[in-house]
Structures are given as structure tokens and as C-alpha cells.
């Protein structure tokens, strides 16, 4: 059974302008959900607003795939992988590039992952590094996923984010090619993953 922790902390506003936010409950997203009013758009519920989904280049979706793979050869017994799946949150309900989630598939058939549910929550970022970094992180850790990582494609290096305390990441170490990026669930180092096999072999650069 998951547990729902304390709400992240508010969104900046250079973060998201903030016309583009709507108030809700993540009881009224799932039922706005349900109903199909949002089957047309590409939103997603943080903080308590609706907001708009960053579109993806061909690099970020390479990228994402090369992560899915690379994760799922990885994931050991009693752990599997989701590909832009929803994550339940108090007033939240993101949708990280990839998780790695305790138990099986079926297991979520009538409810939604929750922070106790995950292990490992993965975004690929260009540009959308600014909101990975800022409001993704502290989301992710104020709901103590105790690790995150973010596929960076500005700087082709997997940004590692772990030990959240206090609704923030204490600890960052960041991997770059030719080096392996330890995967760790439970606090048990399950696999070493090669950074060549989660970054594009081409990226594009981007402002951010």
C-alpha cells in the first residue's frame, strides 16, 4: 500500500508562467480523468494545477527509449519499469519519463504507482532541464522517492539525485560518459549502467 506524504513545496514563478496553471484536486483531475474532458490535452497535474506538458525532440525520445531498455535489463526480480506512467502524489499526479516500480504490472491495474511504490524516478530533460531540476526535484523529494535522476542532453551527463530529507535531494553526483551510473533500490546497488546506453549518440543543444 502506498503512502501519500506532505505537498511539494509552491512553484516558483519564473519556473511556470503561472497562466498557464489552474487550480484542482488530484480528485478532480482523476474524475475530470475519467470523464475524457482531458483526452485532448497535454497536461499534467502539479502542485495543484494543470499544467502543459513540454513536447519532446527526436534526441529526448531516443534517449527515453534507450533508458527503457537499458533499465528494464536491469530491474531486478520484484521491480519493473514504467514508460511515461503517472505517479499519485497528495496534490500532484506527474508523469516522470520512466520509474522503476516495485512489484508487477498487474499490481497497478486499479490505482496509479505511489511514493512508496518507486524506487527510481527518471526524467529526460532538454528543454525542460530548468523545471526538471527545480520543481520536478523538489516535487520528487518532498513525496521521498528516494532516488532520481535526470537525463540531462544540454550537458550529456545523468544528473543523480538521492537521501531526500526535508523536501530536497542531499546528495548529487553526476555521471558522464565512460562512466556507469549505479542503480539503487532498496539501498542495494542492483546494476551498473553504462551513461552510453542512456544518452542519444546525437543531441541538439538548447537554452535552458
Known amino acids: 500500500m502506498s503512502t ?6 509552491e512553484l516558483a514563478e519564473d519556473e511556470i508562467p503561472w497562466g498557464e496553471l489552474w487550480p484542482i484536486s488530484v480528485e478532480v483531475y482523476h474524475a475530470m480523468i475519467a470523464s475524457g474532458l482531458l483526452d485532448d490535452h497535454n497536461v499534467e497535474l502539479l502542485h495543484g494545477r494543470l499544467v502543459t506538458k513540454m513536447g519532446k525532440n527526436p534526441p529526448q525520445n531516443v ?3 534507450r533508458t527503457d531498455i537499458a533499465l528494464t535489463r536491469a530491474a531486478p526480480e520484484g521491480w519493473h519499469v514504467t514508460y511515461q506512467s503517472s505517479l499519485t502524489l497528495v496534490d500532484s499526479e506527474p508523469e516522470p519519463d520512466l520509474m522503476v516500480v516495485r512489484g508487477q504490472v498487474e499490481d497497478y491495474s486499479e490505482r496509479n504507482p505511489g511514493p512508496s511504490d518507486v524506487g527510481l524516478a527518471v526524467e529526460v530533460a532538454q528543454a525542460s532541464l530548468r523545471r526538471d531540476r527545480g520543481l520536478k526535484r523538489r516535487m520528487y523529494a518532498a513525496a521521498e522517492i528516494p532516488c532520481y535522476w535526470i537525463v ?15 523536501g530536497d535531494y542531499t546528495v548529487r553526483r553526476d555521471y558522464r560518459r565512460g562512466e556507469a551510473v549505479p542503480l539503487i533500490l ?6 551498473l549502467i553504462p551513461v552510453a546506453d ?7 543543444k538548447s537554452t535552458t
Do not use: K, M, W
Request: proline share 8%.
Open 4 to 9: 501519500l506524504l506532505s505537498p511539494a513545496p
Open 63 to 65: 534517449s527515453g527509449r
Open 152 to 166: 540531462n542532453l544540454v550537458d550529456a551527463v545523468i544528473e543523480t539525485y538521492a537521501d531526500p530529507r526535508g
Open 186 to 191: 532498496d539501498r542495494v546497488q542492483a546494476a
Open 198 to 204: 542512456l544518452l542519444a549518440s546525437r543531441g541538439l
